[in-house]
């Protein structure tokens, strides 16, 4: 299980590692007006330019916060506004592990790797943009991360390790998933009653939400944020072969189907793990999800470089679940999957 960094010094050094990794990526654009409900400032802004990445921090002191926080905004950059907004804020505590702000820092203590965490809570001021719905829309994978200080829990969203080839790209990617989700609600998407009905059975299912990840083996935090960028792959890659009578979906249960004049036709498991226990329940959704008839097609996706034990490969066979492979770009930009 990951833990949560809780020394202050050691969370002052992160954040240092943080910033540096992305201003080394993206040249400053200079002090720009950076506005937000109630109120603006003037921030240095990092970017690589128009439709990019733009990042600026500030350390929020009690005169500024009733916590204490390194201030980290993240945007879309527009060129054509004189003001940029935040899209996102990936703030960490100063002094303490508050819950209330949405940042922090983690380590797995296999690896010794560093994440940067998010709870989820993004907000904006808008009716609709919260926590449950990003997670309902987003499908993202929520992971417990231990408190050893007390023996406590909380979960948050694994945006990324703090290396210097994956770390930016990773980030874009989480805060351009906020801003579509910002869209879909500005759009008045959330109100679809498929997707009030997506929210209350996340709400339903677990204290925590449904995403909830119980435990990783062989080094899989690493593709923990990219179940997301798999989905939405699929999505596109299967949009291009789509016909006029097919429909394509998912639910809180199932990653992406098919439904052909209301018939399934295909259905889709992503998993970022080739654990045993991760493959047992795969194969066990994928025959649940496809009980139905006629038959429609099965297809695992799992991570390209790893491997499948061959009693695995028989009860695919026996099954007739199909298999789909996805790999990693080098940038942390998302993914390739091979369809």
Do not use: C
């Not at 309902?136 to 417990?144: E, F, G, T």
Request: hydrophobic share 35%.
């Amino acid at each position: 299980m990951l833990e949560l960094i809780i020394a202050k010094n050691e969370k002052a050094r992160l954040q240092k590692t943080l910033s540096s990794i992305v201003r080394s990526a993206s040249p400053s654009v200079g002090v720009q007006t950076v506005g937000f409900p109630g109120g603006n400032d003037d921030l240095e802004l990092f970017t690589k330019g128009d439709g990019h990445l733009w990042y600026g921090e500030r350390t929020l002191t009690l005169k500024d916060a009733k916590i204490p926080r390194y201030w980290n905004a993240l945007g879309i950059y527009d060129e054509s506004r004189s003001a940029q907004t935040p899209t996102v804020e990936l703030n960490i505590a100063v002094d303490d592990n508050s819950g209330r702000v949405s940042g922090f820092f983690a380590r797995d203590p296999a690896t010794k790797k560093i994440y940067l965490m998010h709870t989820g809570k993004v907000g904006g001021g808008a009716k609709g943009v919260g926590k449950t719905a990003f997670l309902a829309w987003s499908r993202s994978p929520v992971v417990p991360v231990l408190d050893v200080s007390g023996g406590t829990q909380r979960s948050g969203i694994v945006i990324g390790s703090l290396d210097r080839e994956t770390f930016v790209g990773r980030v874009e990617r989480f805060v351009k998933r906020v801003a579509l989700f910002k869209e879909f609600v500005k759009q008045g998407h959330h109100e679809d009653p498929k997707f009030r009905e997506l929210v209350e059975e996340l709400q339903n299912f677990s204290p925590e939400f449904a995403g909830l990840k119980t435990g990783y083996l062989d080094g899989t935090v690493e593709y923990l944020s990219y179940h997301g960028d798999v989905i939405d792959e699929l999505y596109r890659k299967r949009s291009k072969l789509k016909t006029p009578s097919e429909v394509i979906y998912n639910t809180n249960l199932i990653d992406l189907a098919v439904r052909d004049r209301g018939v399934l036709t295909e259905v889709y498991e992503a998993k970022t793990s080739v654990d045993r226990q991760v493959l047992y329940t795969a194969i066990g959704q994928l025959i649940v999800h496809s009980a139905e008839q006629p038959k429609p097609r099965k297809f695992l996706v799992i991570p390209k470089d790893r491997v499948l034990p061959n009693d695995i490969h028989a009860a695919m066979k026996e099954h007739d679940i199909e298999l789909l492979r996805f790999a990693v770009m080098t940038d942390g930009s998302g993914v390739k999957v091979d369809v």
